[in-house]
């Protein structure tokens, strides 16, 4: 009876721990490149699309090309020179400060 009892209660706390996981993982901000896709070839001028989820209120994103930092970015990169680029978008503050918990990156190749 005491085994079983243990069982029931290890079992309990395992699908406690599990669905507070879950939870956790379901409110937390996340921010998805969804075009370009990772891999792609793209020409010179280019759209991004992404989306951000449960971001606190004045939080947004911030676009990098290859590490730098695009001020002022309205979602269209252009003359942008052939070969591989990495496009990241990271979740911002309302201060634009990197928040640092979301970001997504996708490689493209700008071909001719």
């Not at 507070?20 to 699309?49: H, M, Q």
Request: charged content about 20%.
């Amino acid at each position: 009876m005491t085994r079983a009892l243990f069982s029931a209660c290890t079992l309990t706390m395992g699908m406690t721990l599990a669905v507070s996981s879950w939870c956790a993982a379901e409110n937390s901000t996340t921010i998805n490149i969804l075009s370009p896709r990772n891999g792609d070839t793209v020409a010179e001028t280019f759209d991004i699309k992404y989306e951000i989820l449960n971001a606190p209120a004045g939080n947004h994103a911030h676009v990098y090309l290859d590490g730098a930092y695009q001020k002022g970015f309205k979602g269209t990169f252009t003359q942008v020179p052939k070969g591989e680029h990495t496009i990241t978008v990271k979740i911002a503050d309302h201060d634009h400060k990197d928040v640092g918990t979301a970001t997504d990156s996708v490689t493209v190749h700008v071909g001719e």
